[in-house]
């Protein structure tokens, strides 16, 4: 028995559509199963990790949080995605936009004011840009494949974090502890509504990053020349487009919206440098990139999504005791259920039995001009 | 003899169709189609492209099912359902697309489609008797890349021939050959017919129709329309069969006064190594082209048309900016969109991918190519595309050159293969470009769509502009072109003026007939 994919004539534009939603459908009911493996009645499960979690005002400031990260990154992703470009290492360049923007509150803590906030978001979306670029000097100077190299500096970019908050920029106040001191109350980004909860600008700047990117791509000739690369490389380069730039382009405009999540994270939701500060979102926002069907205001959703799946892990483990991993769990078959889903849409499975293989033993060899005239 | 082997399931038909029918969706490609091929005859298929000449022969080589109908193969009933049936049946088919290995010896690839455990050795030994044989000399022992497009073709054919067929179906096979190559082919392909082996000769080149076919079944809009005996007819009224109406000639007036005029596209010793392993190098190429004229460059595929095109387009830069010269200045060193606002105008080979992105709009097509010439009506400040404008200009352009298709603005890849043409020509001729570069440009395009496309070139070159054309097709570049070069292995040989020039001439030098060049080719993917 062997099984082919076969590449559909057509694709369905309502199986597109509905993709993300199937792929959500099918992963609460493999999660169901896990949980019940895992001994706990899936219906209490889901309550705990799906409903209770975003039943409160504040706790939905708590998903603002979350979602804000993933949403920032995902745009920059889905830029990078389209044009055929992959960038994985979206987690190394929100660790650099953390450390280049905490420049100022950690080396300079005297330099106070309202300019110290968007000095360190500058420097933030620099720190993601710079490193992201990194992997595009690399790519467009040395043919190296992205996937790799960005991917790599995402274990530089934590182990040279580590090194800092254990050495240099430790607080020497700190008892030892592997942090850089706190930030001064004019490095702390402010919260929209401190009344209601903690959620603070970085959701807005997510949503202006998604809405502005979504104008870019669709309307803009940059999100035009974007398509056409990532579509047709030959017809872009016929068009004047050039493929280097392109890589330059999408990996700065990236890195820098990784950098901006970053900075805003460590300013915003912490309010230091620490070894870890990210449950994994450069790594997640690939899924929201995918889950949102590459377009930035799909995207939108798809972030508020993926947060509840690590409010939700949250939840599951301080009332079931089970261990916050399941997030990651939940993650990834989101994202396997995505893939495959999208695969179908494409491709229609063919099961071919062997014995039917060995008695046309020419059939395979058929394949090649059958498929060659096919298109 | 035409119409008169009629009989129901006569034995000296070797193949016998009746009413096959193959539906896609809504679209009947093949309409109760009859057919029969008697032994020994070399039976031509005719038709326009999309007149269901492919989908016909794919049935009867088993690759496409048919609705309805039925295949009698020497008197009996059969059902193609594989090609290894068809083989079987004695049904071998040379494709016009090669499906070889490049990377292995001709051989071995004619080893891996025979597949039946024999050596290699013996293989190869029984490919070089046959190929002498037939007079279609091979070395099965050389790699596949090595070899130019001819000689690919022979083993394409040579692997058909070893598996002792009785029918024969050739796709378009002269379509990459020199005339002198296809003179040889036509030798074997007499001498198949001598043996009592039938032929089935797809093609839409009338002449070589005319002159080795026995008998000629046309088909339009998939349904059969007649048969003949072609030879009894004229070149034109097999066109009004495949066509269904008068061709409309083109019209080429006398350019005149070429020689005083300005030169608008000058190649001044332009050389270019080769990027791939398996890509022609260009040697020292020197053209021009006047204001109101066409020049036509002729050669067999794979001779470095491609690399010509891509140097001239300024998708490759030159180091030496004076080797590509755009209404007298320099361009070499400039880019493609640099090129374009020097008053370039550049149409490829291929449509899908390179044309044009084939899952992007033609409103979105014509922005592809003319975003930086019509920067200020196209894109408004801060890069916003200006939509309305630029499906506005896209419709005028669908209007003038009756660009057909389903929707007011599909997809590139929904077009037929003529109307995309037609429309990547019209979005360059609406610019009225002072240099038209042109690859290809009725490759696959039905004879009314072709007769318009060259006649908007030559009209083109007669307003003032210099049009450069590209071709394999040497039809076409008798009726568009002023004068005629030829490209071998690299290089370019001196236009010939179009009164001077002559089918045997081009042909010798498509053939590489100045002594020193070795035959070195490859097939444009």
């Known amino acids: ?375 | 003899m035409g119409g008169t082997v009629s009989a129901n399931h006569d034995r000296s038909n070797l193949l016998e169709v009746r009413g096959l029918t193959k539906i896609f969706g809504t679209l009947t490609a093949c309409d109760h189609i009859d057919l029969n091929i008697a032994k020994g005859e070399i039976h031509a298929l005719l038709g326009e492209n999309g007149a269901g000449k492919s989908t016909l022969v794919k049935m009867l080589f088993g690759s496409l099912e048919p609705n309805s109908g039925e295949i009698f193969w020497d008197g009996k009933a059969v059902k193609i359902t594989s090609p290894g049936v068809a083989k079987k049946l004695g049904i071998g088919m040379v494709f016009q697309h090669f499906s070889l290995f490049e990377a292995l010896t001709a051989a071995e690839n004619i080893a891996l489609s025979l597949n039946d455990g024999s050596p290699i050795s013996t293989i190869a030994a029984k490919a070089r008797a046959l190929s002498f044989s037939y007079g279609l000399p091979l070395d099965p022992d050389s790699l596949v890349g090595d070899l130019s497009v001819g000689e690919r073709q022979r083993i394409e054919i040579i692997r058909c021939l070893l598996q002792t067929p009785q029918l024969i179906i050739l796709d378009e096979p002269t379509s990459v050959l020199t005339p002198q190559e296809a003179d040889k082919l036509f030798e074997t392909l007499e001498r198949l017919r001598s043996e009592g082996k039938s032929i089935l000769y797809i093609s839409h080149r009338l002449e070589e129709v005319k002159r080795i076919c026995d008998r000629a079944t046309v088909l339009r809009h998939g349904k059969v329309v007649g048969h003949c005996n072609p030879r009894e007819e004229t070149a034109a009224s097999l066109a009004r069969m495949m066509v269904g109406s008068e061709v409309k000639a083109v019209v080429r007036a006398p350019a005149e006064g070429i020689e005083t005029a300005p030169a608008l596209l000058e190649i001044r010793g332009l050389s270019r190594k080769p990027a791939t392993p398996f890509a022609i190098p260009l040697k020292n190429i020197n053209l021009t082209v006047r204001a109101g004229e066409v020049i036509g460059i002729a050669g067999v595929a794979g001779n470095g048309q491609g690399e010509f095109f891509e140097s001239v387009s300024g998708e490759v830069l030159q180091q030496d900016a004076g080797s590509v010269r755009i209404r007298g200045k320099d361009a070499g060193a400039l880019s493609i969109t640099g090129r374009r606002l020097m008053g370039a105008a550049f149409v490829p080979e291929e449509r899908l991918g390179h044309g044009a992105a084939p899952r992007m709009r033609l409103s979105e097509n014509l922005l592809l190519s003319r975003h930086a010439t019509d920067g200020k009506a196209f894109v408004g400040s801060g890069g916003m595309v200006k939509n309305s404008t630029v499906y506005s200009a896209a419709q005028r352009i669908i209007t003038a050159m009756d660009v057909r298709k389903s929707a007011p603005d599909p997809e590139a890849a929904a077009l037929s293969g003529g109307n995309l043409q037609k429309f990547i020509v019209g979005r360059e001729l609406d610019r009225k470009p002072s240099v038209m570069v042109v690859n290809q440009p009725t490759w696959g395009v039905d004879a009314g769509a072709a007769a318009r496309i060259r006649q908007a070139l030559i009209e083109l070159a007669r307003s003032g502009s210099a049009v450069l054309v590209i071709s394999q097709d040497l039809d076409e570049l008798f009726e568009l072109s002023d004068a005629i070069a030829v490209m071998h292995n690299g290089e370019l040989s001196k236009p010939l003026p179009i009164a001077e020039a002559t089918f045997e001439k081009i042909g010798l030098l498509m053939g590489g007939a100045e002594p020193g060049h070795a035959e070195h080719g490859m097939e444009v993917a």
Request: net charge positive.
């Open chain 1, 1 to 375: 028995m062997r099984i082919e994919l076969v590449k559909r004539p057509q694709r369905s534009a309502l199986f597109s559509v509905l993709s993300p939603f199937i792929a959500f459908a099918l992963t609460i009911m493999a999660g169901g199963i896990m949980f019940a493996l895992l001994g706990v009645n899936p219906l209490d499960a889901f309550n705990i990790y799906f409903i209770q979690p975003i039943s409160e005002v504040w706790q939905l400031h708590e998903l603002a949080i979350k979602a804000a990260p993933l949403i920032l990154i995902a745009v920059g992703l889905s830029v990078c995605y389209k044009a055929n470009i992959w960038n994985i290492g979206a987690e190394g360049q929100f660790i650099f936009g953390a450390i280049f923007g905490s420049i100022i509150p950690v080396l300079f803590p005297q330099f106070e004011g309202p300019l110290v906030i968007p000095l360190m978001l500058l420097l933030g979306m620099v720190g993601g840009a710079f490193y992201a670029s990194i992997a595009a000097f690399l790519k467009t100077r040395f043919s190296t494949n992205e996937i790799l190299t960005s991917l790599m500096l995402v274990y530089v970019a934590q182990l040279f974090l580590d090194w800092l908050v254990r050495g240099p920029w430790r607080d020497p106040e700190g008892h030892g502890f592997p942090q850089t001191i706190q930030f001064g109350d004019s490095a702390v980004l402010p919260e929209l509504m401190p009344d209601a909860g903690r959620a603070n600008w970085g959701f807005v700047f997510a949503l202006v990053a998604a809405v502005a990117i979504w104008l870019m791509m669709s309307r803009m000739l940059k999100g035009f020349e974007v398509r056409v690369l990532g579509s047709s490389p030959r017809a872009g380069r016929f068009a004047g487009f050039g493929f280097n730039r392109m890589v330059f382009f999408t990996f700065l405009l990236s890195g820098a919206l990784a950098g901006l999540a970053g900075i805003s994270e460590v300013s915003g939701a912490i309010g230091q440098l620490q070894p870890v500060i990210s449950p994994g979102y450069g790594f997640t926002a690939i899924i929201v990139a995918f889950l949102g069907r590459l377009n930035p205001l799909g995207i939108v959703a798809a972030g508020l999504v993926l947060a509840l799946t690590y409010l939700g892990g949250e939840a599951v483990q301080s009332a079931l005791g089970i261990s916050d991993k399941v997030a990651r769990v939940f993650q990834g078959m989101l994202l396997f259920f995505v893939l495959g889903c999208d695969t179908l849409i494409h491709y229609r499975i063919r099961l071919i039995g062997m014995a039917l293989t060995k008695a046309n033993g020419t059939a395979q060899l058929e394949a090649a001009p059958k498929l060659e005239e096919a298109r």
